[in-house]
């Protein structure tokens, strides 16, 4: 399919493996995308560094952050320097859950949809291999859709964005692999949390666990780079 | 009632007087108030400066703002200085129009609710003497309800916050007169789209006309202060 045929779409990049499996994703399925970070006082910029060079080695047509003092209201060790990120699995919700983090980015990509008259929001939420996040199960992003299609001012008749999580039921080594027969350069991306400025990663966190499993499920060899032992 | 018998509440407070209305009423039913302001690069500060005083003078158990520059998507003659704001009303959604304005403010409440465990978050939509904005609609309220029940950690027990619209089907009118009741200082809020620094208004905008009229027929002394002619 022409690669603009579906016309734009915001597709969410946070610089991680997910997102930018969804952008490769995104762009086999016919959209122009535009590529949008979030810069919500995450404890590194290895991140935002990232999703600048998957957009450009995406074919993204345009990347743009929007920053959001999440910290402001605190709750996450991700956003919080006080509270400490886990280096072993902890049962229940974990401390690296950031508030209404999801509800933030879509509804952030929400208002970028309506200026690009985008049909469609595509985000790398998964509800398989993931940290046990509320608002990364399905029912979220039901929710979520109904809300588009009357937030907006295409809501007035009824049908917002469509609101796309083409990973939402696939495990990680399934996300790998749709990732490497698309060509992404998972080398480019970073997932970890406790990330140093260069991107290299710790090997110990949630993020890290959950990535290496799955490029040695899918038999892919992984590019990471780690931190110095 | 006991000032804070409910627990505590986050209050969407922009300082003008629809918000400043909903602080004295959230007040009244028992809730320890935590105001949350959202800068998110409107034209002017003066809407920001009124509403710490109106936190501070409405009995607010404190105070804070979150940053969001959705000027960096665009889209609005409130974010995007080479855009007019209209001095008569227009046809359809106006330009005034902040693309998803509202689903990002609620966002944003939402995770500052979770942290603070707030059985409640209070925002004051209006669908009577409104812009025609479709994110002030009974529908986008009941949507953003059902998005907060499955969203957070309490949402995966099936009970998010409850979004409160208080204002939701009163007139200008009756929110002018029920702040009366509740003793609100209107002399403190700023509703124009045009304030200069000083918070003074420009009497013209369809902010400024909505308001003059609800003192009007409230039969409610006005203190809007106006630019000199």
Same mark, same amino acid.
Request: hydrophobic share 40%.
């Given at each position: 399919m022409n690669?603009?045929?579906? =016309?734009? #779409?915001?597709?969410?990049? &946070?610089?991680?493996?997910? +997102?930018?499996?969804?952008?490769?994703?995104?762009?086999?399925?016919?959209?122009?995308c535009h590529a949008l970070s979030i810069?919500?006082?995450?404890?590194?910029?290895?991140?935002l560094?990232?999703?600048?060079?998957?957009?450009?080695?995406?074919?993204?047509a345009s990347h743009?952050?929007?920053?959001?003092?999440?910290?402001?209201?605190? =709750?996450? #060790?991700?956003?919080?320097? &006080?509270?400490d990120v886990p +280096?072993?699995?902890s049962a229940g919700i974990p401390v690296t859950y950031v508030p209404a983090r999801n509800t933030v980015f879509l509804a952030i990509a929400l208002g970028y949809a309506e200026v690009l008259a985008a049909s469609a929001i595509f985000v790398g939420v998964n509800a398989v291999d993931y940290s046990g996040y509320p608002d990364c199960r399905p029912a979220f992003i039901d929710a979520f859709q109904a809300l588009a299609d009357v937030a907006t001012?295409?809501?007035?008749?009824?049908?917002?964005?469509?609101?796309?999580?083409?990973?939402?039921?696939?495990?990680?080594?399934d996300i790998v692999r749709r990732?490497?027969?698309?060509?992404?350069d998972y080398g480019l991306t970073v997932?970890?949390?406790?990330?140093?400025?260069?991107?290299?990663?710790?090997?110990?966190c949630d993020a890290c666990r959950l990535r290496a499993e799955g490029f040695r499920v899918a038999g892919v060899a992984d590019p990471t780079v780690y931190f110095p032992a």
């Open positions: 690669e603009s045929a579906r =016309g734009p #779409a915001v597709v969410l990049l &946070s610089g991680g493996l997910d +997102s930018a499996t969804v952008l490769a994703m995104a762009r086999a399925d016919g959209y122009l810069d919500y006082g995450q404890r590194h910029g290895a991140e560094a990232a999703a600048a060079r998957v957009a450009a080695a995406g074919g993204a743009r952050t929007v920053s959001v003092n999440l910290d402001a209201i605190g =709750g996450s #060790a991700l956003t919080d320097v &006080s509270i +280096s072993s699995p001012k295409a809501g007035v008749e009824g049908q917002g964005p469509r609101i796309a999580a083409p990973l939402l039921r696939l495990s990680k080594a990732g490497q027969e698309l060509g992404v997932s970890c949390y406790n990330a140093d400025p260069q991107g290299r990663a710790c090997g110990q």
